[in-house]
């Protein structure tokens, strides 16, 4: 497993936090719930991205076309 994808799920997760911080703070609570549902489908996004690398690889590995 590559360490830069962790780097970039954290990444994504730590600047979604601050910008909810920074927007319920703002009193603009239904933007920061946005923001927070934007950066789940971003992080959901890269992990189905891994996922179908997984199955190329057990495709070519298996033999299976």
């Given at each position: 497993m590559?360490v830069?994808i ?5 990444g994504?997760?730590?600047l979604?936090?601050?910008i909810?911080?920074v927007?319920k703070?703002s009193d603009?609570d ?9 950066g789940?489908?971003?992080?959901l996004?890269?992990v ?5 690398g997984?199955f190329?690889?057990?495709k070519?590995?298996l033999?299976?076309?």
């Amino acid at each position: 497993m590559e360490v830069s994808i962790i780097f970039k799920i954290a990444g994504v997760g730590l600047l979604t936090a601050i910008i909810n911080t920074v927007l319920k703070k703002s009193d603009k609570d239904e933007i920061a719930t946005l923001v927070t549902l934007t950066g789940l489908v971003i992080v959901l996004l890269i992990v189905l991205d891994m996922i179908g690398g997984l199955f190329d690889s057990l495709k070519s590995v298996l033999g299976i076309y």
